[in-house]
C-alpha cells in the first residue's frame, strides 16, 4: 500500500518511517537497510528468530526449543523486571540482554522447587536421627 504512493506523499513518509522504526527497533532490519523495500523482503524466519522462546534457547537458558516454551509459561523467565508468560513475545533489540531467569523462580535462585524441598526435608530428617518408621532395622 505504502509503496504505491508517490514518494512525497507525506503519508507515505510518516507511516514509512514509522514501520521502518519499528522493524529496526526489533531487530528485523539494520540501520542501513532504512528504505521500504527492505520490508518487503522479509521472511517468517526473522520474525521467528525475534520470538522470546527463540532467544531463551539461544542464549542456553533452555536444553531445547519446547523446554525454552515450557520455561516461559511457567513464569521461569523475565525481560528486564517484567515476568513474561508468552512464548511468542516480540523482543526489542535493547531488551535482549535483560532476558534472565525470574526473581521467584527456583532457577533464579529463588525458592526452591517441590523435589528439592522434599529432598531437603528427607536430609535433614535423616541427619537428625530419624524417626524411626524407615525400614532399615531388619
Do not use: C
Not at 522479509?42 to 528468530?49: A, I, S
Amino acid at each position: 500500500m505504502l509503496l504505491t504512493l508517490d514518494e512525497k506523499d507525506p503519508r507515505r513518509i510518516f507511516e514509512g518511517e514509522a514501520l521502518l522504526r519499528r522493524m529496526n527497533r526489533y531487530g528485523l532490519l539494520d540501520e542501513s537497510q532504512n528504505k521500504l523495500d527492505y520490508v518487503l523482503a522479509l521472511t517468517v524466519e526473522n520474525f521467528l528468530e525475534r520470538r522470546l522462546q527463540t532467544l531463551v534457547f539461544k542464549a542456553g537458558m533452555a536444553k531445547s526449543i519446547h523446554h525454552a516454551r515450557v520455561l516461559i509459561r511457567q513464569r521461569h523467565i523475565r525481560v528486564g523486571r517484567q515476568v513474561v508468560n508468552v512464548p511468542s513475545f516480540m523482543v526489542r533489540v535493547d531488551s535482549q540482554k535483560h532476558i534472565d531467569f525470574s526473581l521467584t523462580s527456583p532457577f533464579g535462585g529463588g525458592r526452591p522447587g517441590r523435589v528439592k524441598r522434599k529432598n531437603q526435608k528427607a536430609a535433614a530428617k535423616k541427619a537428625s536421627g530419624g524417626d524411626g518408621d524407615e525400614d532399615d532395622e531388619e
